[in-house]
């Protein structure tokens, strides 16, 4: 039966209709782009990074959309994110770095520090904005081939002076250097991001054991603001998550670090080692470190730098073989891009708490300055530590034929110029805290074991202005001088404390200076004595 039209109108009318839908199919705005249709081979043989880039450079001339990878092996080289471009690396598809060193852009910069701030990188933009790095696939950098092979060093990913970004779900293996890095960049998000490039996992090892080190950082957060670092499983051969200063006029602040699970070569979550601007308003919570080289949580500043108004929360620790917390003011003085030979710095203003640690080594946490700069206002509020403890030697980084130094009171090292590790000094003389050149330091809610023998005291303050001991629970034996000892220590007070492991002393003050010390209402057993003047 044929169709029928009231009037010439309605038949029209329908036609138009009709046309406006086929136009709009023909001409409508593509939001997808897929690197197969401009020449990309996916078989992880053939370079695919012409492919790649096109696929890019035409989504930002439309205005912006996904550039998909999937259901391939994608081998390249640099490619250059633009405005408005979302890179998608789907569920079983992998971005393979190139084994050939022409294959990468080397990257000029105006600052120079090491080539830290120069070299090349996998996947690189510069001032652009809205771009994202998502999908569930994989971005391989094919580190330990190009370390190998060519001395390649190259950056997973690599953004500076970058606005609104997000790099989210993926999974970041195999480094040859920093696997992230974003410097200068505002109003970044890293969500569910998965590093695994940890070379050398035998934690019984030295640290260089089974292969070289490639400086595979987890992730780098230079000079960069409004920053939600959240959900991410860090696995890498160097530091695990980084804040750093590259700039005395630089900075990074409104950073937030959450729900992250953390194992490293080095350190695990790190502000500082390059501190030549400030750090400020800076939340860490809600961490698991484990099976970690160096320090877990470490707040330093060395170049000039303030850290100020930082909290810490919520961290769980395991098996962490340098110092459980590492808080270090100095003056190693590092010139950055020829700027003015920089001052000391200040470290004001922190607070630690609920922090749980368990197998931590024997190096001992540290909170100290320098003679001509204190630390200040630092808070640590119930913090649980166990530490392996023992007589034995203790060897740098594993290594048999480097012997750690084993400090006294009378003899730790100002170490004012030198590189800031948690490991410093040496194994200090306190196996719990060892905190100098100080004011205003509260510790509450401590409890401090050990699993091996210990005869080092729990905690030894030197110079130090308005120390708080508060419900400090700690573990000592008879060979033990003092479960604590205060040396140059003003304005100080310990009250509602109480030892187990019977020990000499409780308290020992010692030092010219020390003045207006307090022992009130803590739990001594005979026959500890309770405070010892010498």
């Known amino acids: ?57 035409l989504c930002h001339e439309a205005g912006g959309g996904v550039v998909r990878l999937a259901n391939g092996c994608f081998l390249s080289g640099s490619i250059f994110l633009k405005d ?195 750090f400020h308003d800076i939340v860490i919570n809600n961490c698991v470190v484990y099976d970690t080289r160096l320090g877990g949580i470490e707040l330093i500043s060395v170049d000039g730098a303030k850290l100020e108004r930082i909290m810490v929360t919520n961290i769980s620790m395991n098996n962490v073989q340098g110092a459980a917390i590492f808080i270090r003011l100095a003056n190693r003085a590092r010139k950055y891009n020829n700027e003015l030979e920089p001052t000391v710095g200040q470290l004001k203003d922190v607070i630690i708490s609920n922090i749980m640690g368990k197998n931590i080594g024997r190096y001992g946490c540290t909170l100290t300055g320098i003679p001509q700069r204190d630390i200040e206002n630092i808070v640590l509020d119930n913090i649980n530590l166990s530490f392996e403890g023992g007589e034995n030697s203790l060897y740098f980084e594993g290594y048999p034929d480097k012997p750690v130094k084993e400090l006294t009171v009378d003899n730790v090292p100002e170490c004012e110029k030198d590189y800031p590790r948690c490991d410093i000094f040496g194994k200090l003389p ?60 003003r304005r100080g007070i310990v009250n509602n404390s109480s030892c187990f492991g019977n020990v000499p002393v409780f308290l020992h003050l010692s030092g010219m200076e020390t003045d207006n010390v307090q022992c009130r209402n803590n739990f001594i057993e005979k026959p500890t004595k309770e405070i010892v003047n010498k």
């Open 84 to 278: 408005n471009v979302e890179l998608r690396i789907e569920t079983g598809a992998k971005l393979l770095g190139s084994l050939r060193s022409e294959d990468y852009r080397l990257i000029q910069d105006s600052i120079s520090l090491d080539n830290y701030n120069a070299g090349k990188a996998l996947i690189y933009g510069e001032g652009v904005s809205n771009i994202s790095i998502t999908g569930n696939g994989t971005i391989d950098g094919n580190g330990e081939y190009l370390t190998k092979k060519n001395e390649i060093r190259a950056h997973i990913i690599h953004l500076k002076s970058c606005d609104q970004v997000k790099v989210k779900d993926i999974t970041l293996k195999n480094g040859s250097w920093w696997i992230q890095k974003y410097h200068l960049c505002n109003h970044l998000t890293i969500d569910g991001v998965r590093v695994d490039s940890k070379e050398n996992q035998n934690m019984l090892h030295p640290r260089y054991a089974d292969a070289p080190g490639r400086n595979t950082d987890g992730c780098n957060i230079v000079d960069s603001k409004n920053v939600q670092i959240s959900n991410c499983n860090i696995f890498s051969g160097d530091d695990g998550i980084v804040l750093k200063s590259f700039s005395q006029t630089g900075s990074c602040h409104n950073v937030t670090i959450t729900n992250c699970i953390i194992s490293t070569n080095a350190s695990g979550i790190k502000i500082g080692t390059e501190t030549a601007g400030d």
């Open 430 to 489: 306190a196996y719990g805290f060892y905190i100098r050149h100080a004011k205003g330091i509260e510790l509450n809610n401590i409890k401090l074991s050990f699993d091996k023998k210990e005869i080092r005291p729990a905690i030894i303050a030197d110079d130090v202005e308005r120390l708080t001991v508060k419900q400090l629970y700690a573990q000592g034996t008879p060979q033990t001088n003092s479960l604590l000892h205060f040396r140059n220590v």
């Open 1 to 57: 039966m044929g169709i029928t039209y009231k009037n010439k109108w309605e038949l029209r009318t329908l036609l138009i209709a009709i046309l406006i839908f086929i136009n709009n199919g023909l001409y409508a705005k593509k939001i997808e782009w897929n690197v197969f249709d401009y020449g990309a081979k996916g078989d992880g043989i053939a370079l695919d990074t012409k492919a790649i880039q096109k696929a890019i450079d």
